[in-house]
């Protein structure tokens, strides 16, 4: 199976900062890489979809890149709506493996 | 709008089966992969199974391999998840998600399994 490492695994910040998660997976998914966004009772969210591809209606301060191994989830100024838990999922093989998720709350 | 919704979850005894339906409005499945994916109460994600478009391929996270089926009936626009000889361990909500990237998801239904 493919494991999925995200980092850090909470995430400490300020409304207008610039946001970077990273995830790595333990061997290479080429760009099947999927990044969701879970509010609390809520279902995920569809973010960015083949590593870099920002899913309709997202906002452009979300941003997807990397490939292979590595991959990194961008939010370039954070807003008040953002602070969630946000998972990466790789859809390369199976069995579909997430992330162990990233929180991010309010400094 | 696009959407699906989740029903079935409910308290059930270890061994026990339950079966789980995701309707689907706004668009046709029939040309869509579907899946199911789980939360267990304050836990990650975990994909569970998913099934292509005509429902000859199947596939299972190892954990419920032999106890759940999944199924789908394009005519009626609907996903299913028959699950059999229930744990503790499946204990979650249950989330169907739509396509090969998984959009957009249904708003859960929860299964409890305890005696």
């Known amino acids: 199976d493919i494991q999925l490492t995200q980092s850090p695994s909470f995430l400490s910040a300020s409304v207008g900062d610039r946001v970077t998660i990273t995830c790595r997976a333990s061997q290479g998914i080429?760009?099947?890489?999927?990044?969701?966004?879970?509010?609390?009772?809520?279902?995920?969210?569809l973010l960015i979809y083949a590593a870099s591809t920002l899913q309709s209606g997202v906002p452009s301060?979300?941003?997807?890149?990397?490939?292979?191994?590595?991959?990194?989830?961008?939010?370039?100024?954070?807003?008040?709506?953002?602070?969630?838990?946000?998972?990466?999922?790789?859809?390369?093989?199976?069995?579909?493996?997430f992330g162990q998720g990233t929180k991010v709350e309010i400094k | 709008e696009v959407q699906v919704v989740e029903s079935g979850g409910d308290l059930v005894q270890p061994g026990g089966s339950l079966r789980l339906s995701c309707a689907a409005s706004g668009f046709s499945i029939s040309s869509s992969w579907m899946n199911w994916v789980r939360q267990a109460p304050g836990k990650g994600l975990e994909w569970v199974a998913n099934i292509n478009q005509d429902g000859s391929e199947k596939y299972y996270v190892d954990s419920v391999k032999g106890r759940f089926t999944i199924s789908r009936d394009?005519?009626?626009?609907?996903?299913?998840?028959?699950?059999?000889?229930?744990r503790a361990e499946d204990t979650a909500v249950y989330y169907c998600a739509s396509r090969f990237w998984f959009d957009p998801w249904g708003q859960g239904t929860l299964v409890t399994v305890s005696s």
């Open chain 1, 30 to 45: 080429a760009s099947y890489l999927a990044w969701y966004q879970q509010k609390p009772g809520k279902a995920p969210k």
């Open chain 1, 61 to 97: 301060r979300f941003s997807g890149s990397g490939s292979g191994t590595e991959f990194t989830l961008t939010i370039s100024s954070l807003q008040p709506e953002d602070f969630a838990t946000y998972y990466c999922q790789q859809l390369n093989s199976y069995p579909r493996t």
């Open chain 2, 74 to 86: 394009n005519a009626k626009n609907s996903l299913y998840l028959q699950m059999n000889s229930l």
